[in-house]
C-alpha cells in the first residue's frame, strides 16, 4: 500500500486556521480532561504492553438546536460497523480505544442489545429464586461473557462515550494527540457517523425554541418577538413564524479535520475513513476524492442498502477491493451490484468478521513501510 501523504497537506496553514477558529469558538465538553487523562493512562499500558492499538469510533453524533437542549439533529446510525469490528480488532490482538456514541452498541452486549428480543426474554428464572439465563442461550452467552471479561482484565478495552458532534471532535482530537507515541502501532479507524451540518453556539437559541403559535406581544415586531422567546433570525423568518406556522432553520457545514488527524494530530498512525452513500454512482467517486482530499490510508465505501453485504476498498495506489459477505454458507455471492430484495436479513458470515482482517493486513504493511 502506497503512503499518500506527501510532506504537508497543501492547505496546511487553512486547516490550522480553521482548528484554532473552531476550537476557541466552541466549549470544551466537561468530561474532556478525564476522558484524555483515561486514554494516556490506557495507551501507556499498552506501550509497556507492546500492543498495537485501534481507535474505533463509533455511533452517530447530533447537532443540538438550542443550548439548553431539547431539540437535535440526528441520523440513524446506531454503531453496528463500529462494535462488531472493534471485537474483531480484540480478537486479532489489538487493544481497542471505543470511542462511541453514547448508548450505542458496544462491543460484545451488542449481541444482545438492539435485537428483535428484549434483553429479559434471554433470562428465566433459576432456583431459589436465582436468575440464568434460559437454556438455548447460555452457551453463546458464556463464550461472550468470557471474551468480555479476558479483554478487560487484560486491560485492553477503553471506553470514551461522546454525544454532539462538539463532544466528538474535541475527543478525537485529544485522543488522536495522545495516540502519537504508538507510531505506526496506532490505527485509527473512523466507523463514527459525524454529522455534516450544525447551529453554531453564537447563533443558536438559550433555550427551548417555542411553537410557531406562541402569542406575539402586543405592539412587537417580528424581530423584537423572536428576541423575547429567544430564537435568533438565524433560525427563522418572519413570514413562517407569522402565517405558515414553520420553522426554518439554517445550518452551516460542521469543519473538516481529517486533514489535521493526518498531518499533525496523528502523523504517523495509519488513518481510515469510511464513506457512506445512496447513490451507487457516486460511491467512487467520492471516496476517491476523500483519499485524495484528505491523504490518508484508506477509504471504506459502501451503500446504505447493502452496507452489511459489501464495502469496497480504496487504496492511495488507486485500487479498488470490494469485500462481500457469502449470502449462503454454502459460497459467496459473485454479483457485483447487490439486489437487496434477493437476499436474507443476514449474511451467512459477519461483514466485519472480513473487513478488520484485511484492514489489519493493510496496517501491517503500513508499519513495514514506515519502519525506520
Known sequence: MASSRSGNAPSASLDSLAEDQYFSAHPTPVDLEKHVAQAQDFINHQLTAGRRVVLVTSGGTIAPLEKQMVRFIDNFSAGTRGARSAEHFLEAGYSVIFMHRQFSLQPFSCRYSHTTDCFLDYLVEGPNGSVVVRKDDSDKMLQVLKKYREVREKNMLLFLPFVTVNDYLHLLRAVGRAMQPLGTDGLLYLAAAVSDFFVP???????????????????????????????????????????????????????????????????????????????????????????????????????????????????PDGQEKWIRAPAHKEGETEDRSLDRSKLPDEPAVELESLVVPAVIELHTRHIQQHST
Open 201 to 315: 453556539p453564537s447563533q443558536m437559541s438559550e433555550h427551548k425554541i417555542q411553537s410557531t403559535d406562541h402569542a406575539k406581544p402586543s405592539g412587537a415586531t417580528t424581530t423584537e418577538n423572536e428576541e423575547k422567546k429567544g430564537i435568533p433570525d438565524y433560525f427563522t423568518s418572519p413570514e413562517n413564524i407569522t402565517s405558515n406556522k414553520q420553522l426554518t432553520i439554517f445550518l452551516d457545514a460542521v469543519p473538516k479535520f481529517l486533514a489535521n488527524l493526518v498531518h499533525t494530530w496523528a502523523p504517523r498512525c495509519m488513518i481510515v475513513s469510511f464513506k457512506l452513500e445512496t447513490d451507487p454512482d457516486l460511491l467512487l467517486e467520492k471516496s476517491k476524492t476523500a483519499l485524495s482530499r484528505y491523504q490518508h490510508d484508506l477509504v471504506i465505501g459502501n451503500l446504505l442498502t447493502t452496507r452489511k453485504w459489501e464495502v469496497v476498498f480504496i487504496t
